[in-house]
């Protein structure tokens, strides 16, 4: 039994201690939380207990606040340093910890407590965490009795299982794979790539080059590679990773019944709540009003994009044809000839402009650009980290602590792929102490290490991925909000959180902004401004077929939700909507559903949508500054000002649409969205 006094999960006082934590602290930490939170319960919901908010939040929220802190470092933890010790930890607590949250969530006792609390004796934050709160416990079963309570609260537990198993199927079909390729089959391979592949290949005690599925060994592959059957080799692997049709023993990373078993589950609760189907509980919290109005929507943007799309495709096909001899495009050529044809359309690689993307440089540029913008300095800041390459920064304005985060940039083995912003404290004027709790978030990406004693290269997607986490850490960081339930993204519709990191992420094509972030990783010269014109003006290639691509995943996604098939067979419904949206087909061994954790382990079920209706927003966010750029072509601050005001330090405190009208004085319009992506 572990000491708790010692324990590191059992320790509020100031920073997560991250490097202190083993896996033998998770149940001991787990079971001292719930307890006190139990019995938190027990005393809110007791008949002479009051029905005042303060009193709920001082007794209630702060023990539940500390238990959602320590439960954040372990299942942070599991995302970014992954071993088979912590995960079974994570997986003996996981049940008991899911079971607890539903069982609060569905209290009939503290709905009424809830309901009970007097609106008047609210300020409009209280008020508006109570509203949610009211909307929560009635889509957590709150309202439900006897065997559909019993059997909703199962329900939650058996989801967030097969949810967790999901993720480690796709983290570990892609951790298991590799291949070690020999110099003649990286012919066209850029160097530092073939560098690191062979530093990972000697890590190993092993000759050649190790490629694996992780994306900076992938991606630069699949574009460069000239070697066509090495394309198909890791193509292949790629998409049947978690899959049926994975290779030899890979099979048992296999994610059919899971899925099958999760969709089961989602259906089965929408029914228990008085709903036809699940993706009719997912709209109820956010934005959009109906599955009806979120397909529409997407199939109008649809028809907007297809005739760019089909042009970008026949302009594809016949330069394979024509300049590379593959007069049959198959899947995995897509991303190679991509590259070729944007090479000789605008006379420049993502190889040549990635040299001059050095993460240090690149970090300086964004901080530069924060600071001006929202009136905030960022500096270094130490804290307790779980590997050596995270850095730590603090926010301040003025000399005035605003939020702190968390910046790891690095893929490695036993952290899971992509980005995201997650957050590890609200701000909040805490009920217990009255002291003012500011905000820390981690910021989390996978990009390439650097070779040698070069810092690391970062292409200009992995650009606009850091500008785009860095947007909703913003969003968390700077809030002005005190009521820690609608503080920062905390009760921000879903479909409206993407605003403020899609936002930022116009700032990577402004030569204005991008020309003090650039310096060549050899010469230290700036990026050239002949290369950023050829960059801007290929912004947009292909952006037909991309944003096809964004509707396919958003339209399975809506489609699958809105099914009251018990077993719906999701592979023939994917097909149903390749056929209705995409021009370009994948083989049929291709199982992409299969690592979709965006919705099957990553909150996205029936909000996919989520990323292109955000856009609209953004977009239209951004042309205000467009409207007011300075003669510099520099960004005004009065316009960052309104923003920050009127968005960012708003939070969930009121709805989206109220913030935006605040911002821009009406409701969004599509038209700034086909403008940017030059679709008007």
Known sequence: MTNTTANPLLNFDNLPLFDQVRPEHVGPAVAQLIAASTQALETVVAPGFPAQWTALSKTLDVAGERFGRAWGMVSHLNSVADTPELRAAYNDS???????????????????????????????????????????????????????????????EEQAALSQKFSENALDATDAWSYLATAPELDGVPSD???????????????????????PSYLPVMQFANSRTLREKLYRAYVTRASDQADGDAVKFDNTALIQNILALRLEESRLLGYDNFAQVSLVPKMAQSPEQVVAFLRELASKARPYAEKDLADLRAFAAEHLNLPDLQAWDLPYVSEKLKEARYAFSEQEVKQYFTAPKVLAGLFQIVETLFEVSISRDTAPVWND?????????????????????????????????DDVRARWLRPDTGALQTPIAHLVCNFAEGVGDKPALLTHDDVTTLFHEFGHGLHHMLTQVNERDVSGISGVEWDAVELPSQFMENFCWEWDVLKHMTAH???????????????????????????????????????????????????????QVRAEVALVHPPAFSRTAHTFSHIFAGG???????????????????????????ADGLPNVETGRKYRQAILEAGGSRPAMESFKAFRGREPSLDALLRHQGMA
């Open 193 to 215: 790539v073939q560098q690191a592949a062979k530093a990972a290949a000697e890590t190993d005690g092993k000759d050649g080059y190790k490629l694996t599925l992780k994306m």
């Open 389 to 421: 390459k995270v850095e730590f920064y603090r926010i301040e304005r003025g000399s005035k602590l605003v939020g702190q985060f968390y910046l790891d940039q690095p893929a490695r083995t036993g952290k899971r792929g992509g980005a995201w912003m």
């Open 94 to 156: 996981l049940p008991t910890v899911t079971e607890f949250w539903a069982r609060l969530a569905a209290d009939e006792r503290l709905y009424a407590k809830y309901k009970a609390i007097d609106p008047a004796t609210l300020n409009t934050e209280q008020a508006q965490a109570r509203t949610n709160a009211i909307r929560n416990f009635v889509l957590s079963g709150a309202e439900l009795t006897g065997d559909a309570k019993a059997r909703f609260a199962k329900i939650q």
């Open 604 to 630: 996205y079920a029936a909000g996919y949508y989520s990323y292109k209706w955000a856009e609209v927003l953004s977009a239209d966010a951004y042309a205000a500054f467009e409207e007011t750029a300075n």
């Open 521 to 575: 990783v050899d010469t230290g010269t700036p990026l050239p401004r002949a290369l950023f014109d050829k960059m801007l003006a290929a912004k947009n290639f292909q952006s037909g077929l991309q944003t096809l691509r964004q509707i396919e995943f958003s339209l399975f996604d809506m489609l699958l939700h809105t099914s009251t098939d018990t077993q719906v067979d999701f592979m023939a419904l994917q097909q």
